[in-house]
């Protein structure tokens, strides 16, 4: 198709070239479209009929535009968007005058860079002026191209918004964990004006509940690990005396040595604004602060990230909110160590706090409802972590679906089903870590239409349905 494209330039010239392939393509286009549709149509709709509902309904809503992007931009190659949309309930009429205007532009290009080659009469010809603008306009034309939907995409996302006049702000980061933080500080670093609320505490889960505080409690787990086995090391005999209550002593004045790296004040030296208060998108350009006396103030901004992080999920079985369970965010409260302790999930989570609270001393079962624990690792990877934590003496139940729990006196059990019977597993305290839960709620995300499923919906570069809300 291109060299022919090319060859009606040559032949024809630009005018009676482009009206000559213009129409030639579109009609070419619109054949394969019908063949595609009485050929195949009705078989695929028997078989598929039901998934076909759907993408119909979006091909009658929106198909035009979608069509005009593909025809514009060719993400795919033009015989397969023929045959595919053949498939579909877009009328005849429109694909065909749909891909007469979408095709137009490139078809101008290709036909004007064809009637370039005719005029070569020698080498020197081949370097001349209006040949290699030509194909410079080749190369550059899908860029433009997408830059054109992007702007078209972008009017009628935005429609129905008004955009502010001037803006207050380059960017509002909602969150200040991990993400929020790293965000501010690059922010700040380029000079931009940037404000971070955070209704919380400043470093987030990583800071206060995750990766700090955990990694300070392996830390100690496993130096009590290497001593009972010092001889492996050479050293006949160890002895250590430690209390529980003192390890998460430490495991607080670490959270609390690096605290200030992600403090207010730092960040307010940073050049960042700092305000502590919840945050709620009342336009794609303004962001409500409610500060904590209950004051509130609105600002205008270039773009907004949304960095909310997550919480953990706690599922609804009955009977664990009468017996005494923890989550990652309030296991660090404890100062006496659980003589039996149920670890609920063999994620990440589950996995790294299991084998610190059984170096530690407890009696550990881990309560698993896969095959087998770290489901998104390797199964070489998985079997490795199992085979060390029964060596360490945990209890690996796989397969096991917590049913409920109950409470007989002062005894806890948690009734798990495996292999279609009933196991009851006794314990002192069970940590839920069944995974984790987006925080999505009160950010006004559903007010402005922003697709929400388990997270928030993104492009590959973060970007939501708005360009400028990350």
């Excluded at 695929?44 to 309904?57: M, P």
């Excluded at 290009?109 to 306009?137: D, K, M």
């Excluded at 139940?397 to 009933?422: I, T």
């Amino acid at each position: 198709a291109a060299l022919l494209t090319l060859a009606g330039g040559a032949v024809f010239g630009l005018g009676w070239g482009l009206l000559i392939v213009s129409f030639a393509s579109t009609i070419g286009a619109t054949l394969a479209f019908l063949m595609a549709r009485y050929l195949l149509r009705d078989w695929v709709t028997a078989r598929f009929g039901n998934r076909l509902k759907g993408i119909d309904e979006g091909i009658r809503r929106d198909g035009a535009f979608y069509l005009f992007t593909l025809r514009l931009v060719p993400a795919f190659p033009f015989f397969l968007i023929n045959l595919l949309m053949g498939l579909t309930a877009m009328k005849a009429s429109t694909y065909f005058w749909v891909s007469q205007i979408g095709m137009l532009a490139g078809t101008v290009v290709y036909v004007n860079a064809g009637t370039q080659l005719a005029q070569i009469e020698s080498l020197a010809g081949i370097v001349s002026p209006g040949l290699l603008a030509s194909f410079v306009l080749l190369g550059i034309f899908p860029l433009l191209a997408r830059k054109l939907v992007d702007l078209v995409q972008a009017r009628r996302v935005y429609a129905g918004w008004a955009r502010p006049a001037r803006f207050d702000r380059n960017l509002v980061v909602i969150g200040a964990g991990a993400a929020g933080l790293v965000t501010a500080y690059i922010a700040a670093a380029v000079k931009a004006r940037v404000t971070l609320v955070e209704k919380h505490r400043m470093g987030g889960d990583c800071l206060n509940t995750g990766c700090v505080p955990s990694k300070a409690l392996i830390r100690s787990a496993k130096l009590l690990a290497q001593m009972r086995r010092s001889a492996h090391y050479g050293i006949a005999q160890t002895e250590a005396r430690w209390s529980f209550a003192d390890i998460m002593d430490r495991v607080q004045r670490v959270v609390a040595d690096i605290a200030p790296h992600d403090s207010v004040a730092r960040y307010t030296e940073l050049g960042v604004e700092v305000i502590s208060g919840t945050a709620k998108i009342v336009s794609p350009w303004a962001v409500e602060i409610t500060a904590e006396d209950g004051s509130r103030q609105q600002l205008t901004t270039r773009s907004i990230v949304i960095a909310t992080g997550a919480r953990p999920f706690v599922p609804p079985i009955p009977g664990l909110a009468e017996v005494t369970h923890y989550t990652s965010d309030t296991i660090w409260s404890l100062r006496e160590l659980p003589p039996r302790l149920v670890v609920l999930g063999g994620g990440p989570i589950g996995c790294e706090l299991a084998q610190a609270f059984a170096r530690l001393g407890s009696q550990v079962t881990q309560v698993e409802m896969a095959p087998r624990l770290m489901m998104r690792e390797d199964p070489e990877v998985s079997e490795m972590v199992r085979q060390r934590f029964t060596a360490e003496g945990i209890t690996v139940a796989l397969e096991h679906a917590a049913k409920r729990f109950e409470r007989d006196g002062e005894q806890q059990v948690l009734v798990a089903e495996h292999a279609g019977q009933e196991v009851r597993i006794p314990f002192d305290a069970v940590l839920v870590a069944v995974g984790r839960a987006a925080n999505l709620k009160g950010y006004g995300l559903e007010e402005l239409g922003i697709p929400v499923a388990r997270t928030v919906e993104t492009n590959e570069f973060l970007q939501t349905k708005f360009p400028n809300i990350y």
